[in-house]
């Protein structure tokens, strides 16, 4: 298990910006998958990105392709998701999540979670 801390959520405007952090203090960090899932209220927690250990594979889910960015600096071992572009369908709370092993799109693999940063997007 691996302990994860969100921050970064808040009110925004559609139309406007956040970054998503996600840190932690594992040592091997770099040697995590990581990902952003979100759960809106009502609805099954949905995939929204995901990036492999060195950050040279990115996934993205096709509502945030072109608007989201996920990156990683392993050097603070931290995870980000920067979000443009917000929408009032991407309110939701966001959780960073963490697997050994490749990286996938599904949560179901990710073994490690954060506590989860609400987003609400005003229209």
Not at 2 to 26: D, F, I, M, N, Y
Request: proline share 2%.
């Amino acid at each position: 298990q691996v302990h994860l801390v969100e921050s970064g959520g808040g009110l925004v405007q559609a139309g406007g910006s956040l970054r998503l952090s996600c840190a932690t203090s594992e040592p091997t960090f770099s040697g995590y998958a990581m990902g952003w899932f979100r759960q809106a209220p009502g609805k099954e927690r949905e995939f929204v990105a995901t990036i492999s250990q060195s950050g040279a594979i990115k996934y993205y889910a096709d509502s945030v392709k072109g608007r989201f960015t996920i990156s990683r600096d392993n050097a603070k071992n931290t995870v980000y998701l920067q979000m443009n572009s917000l929408k009032p369908e991407d309110t939701a709370v966001y959780y960073c999540a963490a697997r050994r092993g490749i990286v996938t799109i599904s949560g179901g693999d990710f073994g490690s979670w954060g506590q989860g940063t609400q987003v609400t997007v005003s229209s």
